[in-house]
């Protein structure tokens, strides 16, 4: 047990030193506010360390009733509102600089952050709950810049009048400062104890945070739903369960942290007594004024005041850390398949084909195996199955949301593992089942994939896909401000805004996937001869589960279990007899 204990606090400040090592490495860009800020802390503290020397001189000449030196104590006393307002000062620049680095650092790893989570593939976000991601680029963040600040405020001041109250008390007795030096680790032996001890709480704490803040995300992002199938109760339940679990880390991560600003404060307090009591002995002997002892004492309540400050930042900074842990795990989690030169641009002419393509989002759990396609420039080529065959996830491939587990997909003769993400993907315009549209007006939703486009392309656009009509209709037009996914607007008119965009941008080739499936009828007829207008030479990959709409095309691939088992025009694969005759028939036959 003592073997496991101390390989964990081992393990402990290896990660704490690593953690600190890329917060070093954020830090040097802001070396001259750090600089600055030591300068001025300096400034201030040593400054501070002669109010004991002048508040021993003015008891000095407070002798007796009636012999006392006004005329010394009225300097005394302006030297020390002079350097009362100089330090004030010293110390508002020291805060502004400490702010600026804490802040702007922060402001950088948010940023890294956020650069990371648009670079990561999509198998990152499936494995990966949205509330948690989003918990450690804004509260972890917050957490992480409150302990960094609160970290340089106390190290720079602390560590300067550490130094120089120990130089003053030599200068005024050897002995007491020995005193003073030799039972002042007790007080760092007991606050290191106690925040190795809170920093596995602390993470703890943060894991458990994340985990809330993906209950609460999903339960508004999917409060209809909830309603719809009266699962309010269960959704309760489930915060309820993880608000318990978090109360109980942070009352642990608490309860061991306030620990240290109370043992600390003791072990300075004894420390203090001893001063005052061996001072007082001295005193009496003679060898020591009562000046000098005010002085002394001063000096030694402020050499024990940093500890007891740093003793309860370590705390903070322990939380501090355990955020930066996991912010750092996000900005150092892997993007497969960007390594080495790629290509950064691609002119599309629309040939793909596909070379013994085998994927399994589950390595244990085949998929696809062995699929061949070989699709020319213009070509339209329909994907049929049944649910789960593999129909979206070859979409996925198509786009380099994931990438094969062996094989090869061409472009234009050229590897996609070759290519940038994004240069693949420019090359491809699609429209999904499930619409996705920013805050934000109709018009910058539209021109989201071409911003340069003007108010005729944009407008021709929409009345393609026959969007202009409703969208005229609205109280502010093209300028309407919808909400997250769309707010107010029909799931309908969401597609087509969706569509839309795509008619705009007219890429090369066409993905669409179950693009029609939330249109009515009447306009799902006018939107199949937009699209049909649209994919004239264009490669275009089109997935239904309605086959009535896809007869025209120029290949049907029927899959099932991961596999091709058929492929052809419409009236041939009807007139063969095999899968797809079945599912044409269960779709119009009763």
């Given at each position: 047990?003592?073997n ?5 606090e ?46 021993g ?12 030196d ?37 402001r ?24 948690e991601?989003?918990n ?7 957490q ?6 609160l ?7 602390g560590l ?56 609460i ?9 909830m ?68 002085a ?61 393509v ?22 339209r ?5 049944p ?9 996925n ?6 990438d ?46 071409k ?15 026959h ?21 107010a ?30 249109i ?9 001869d ?25 290949c ?20 063969a ?14």
């Open positions: 047990m003592r496991v204990k101390k390989t964990q081992k393990n402990t400040a290896a990660e704490n030193f690593r953690i600190i090592r890329r917060i070093l490495h954020y830090l040097r860009r802001y070396i001259f506010f750090m600089i600055a800020a030591f300068v001025f802390a300096g400034i201030s503290s040593v400054l501070a360390l002669y109010l004991p020397v002048f508040t001189d003015a008891v000095d000449l407070i002798v007796t009733k009636g012999r006392v006004f005329g010394g104590l009225k300097f005394i006393l302006m030297e020390i509102a002079v350097i009362i307002v100089i330090c004030a000062i010293s110390q508002w620049i020291t805060n502004a600089c400490n702010n600026h680095v804490a802040y702007s650092t922060v950088d790893i948010r940023n890294d952050s956020i650069k990371k989570i648009n670079s990561l593939s999509i198998a990152y976000h499936d494995a990966h709950r949205t509330g991601t989003v450690r680029v804004i509260s972890d963040a917050d992480f810049s409150d302990g960094l600040l970290g340089f405020t106390q190290f720079f001041t300067i009048t550490i130094i120089g109250t120990l130089v003053m008390m030599l200068a005024i007795d050897l002995r007491i400062t020995i005193l003073v030096v030799v039972m002042t680790p007790l007080s760092i032996l007991v606050a290191s104890f106690i925040a190795s001890s809170s920093f596995r709480f602390f993470k703890e704490q943060s894991e458990k945070r994340g985990e809330q803040t993906s209950i995300t999903e339960m508004i992002e999917q409060e209809k739903l309603i719809a199938f009266s699962a309010e109760n269960y959704a309760g339940a489930d915060f309820e369960a993880n608000n318990e679990e978090l109360a109980k880390s942070s009352l642990k991560a608490t309860f061991v942290s306030s620990l240290t600003n109370p043992s600390t404060r003791f072990i300075n307090n004894m420390i203090y007594a001893c001063v005052a009591i061996f001072g007082a002995l001295l005193v009496v002997s003679g060898e020591l004024s009562v000046g000098a002892l005010t002394f004492l001063g000096y030694a309540n402020q050499y024990t005041k940093p500890f007891n400050e740093i003793s309860g930042v370590v705390t903070e900074l322990q939380n501090a850390l355990a955020c930066a842990g996991r912010l750092f795990e996000l900005i150092d989690e892997k993007i497969a398949g960007d390594s080495g030169e790629l290509l950064t641009e691609l002119s599309a002419k629309g040939e793909v084909e596909l070379k013994d085998s994927f399994s989002y589950d390595k244990n759990k085949k998929l696809l195996q062995s699929v061949n396609i070989h699709v020319r420039p213009g070509e080529y329909a994907i049929v199955g649910t789960g065959c593999g129909k979206t996830t070859l979409i491939l198509l786009m380099r949301f994931y094969v587990d062996s094989g090869k997909i061409m472009v234009d003769g050229t590897d996609i593992m070759e290519m940038e993400k994004k240069a693949v993907r420019e090359n491809y315009g699609m429209v999904l089942q499930d619409t996705w549209l920013k805050p934000g007006t109709i018009r910058e939703n539209i021109i989201m994939g911003p340069e486009a003007s108010d005729e392309e944009m407008i021709m656009a929409c009345k393609n896909s969007a202009h009509s409703f969208i005229k209709q609205l109280e502010h037009g093209y300028d309407t401000v919808i909400g997250e996914d769309g707010g607007l029909s799931q309908g008119q969401k597609q087509l805004i969706c569509i839309s965009r795509v008619m705009l941008t007219l890429p090369p080739m066409l993905i669409l996937d179950e693009a029609t499936s939330s009515d009828t009447r306009t799902e007829l006018k939107i199949q937009a699209f049909a207008e649209m994919m004239k030479g264009r490669t275009s990959f089109i997935v239904a589960h309605r086959l009535s709409t896809i007869k025209n095309a120029d049907i691939l029927v899959m099932k279990d991961g596999n091709i088992i058929e492929q052809g025009k419409h009236e041939a694969l009807l007139s007899g095999g899968f797809y005759q079945t599912l044409y028939k269960s779709q119009f036959e009763h």
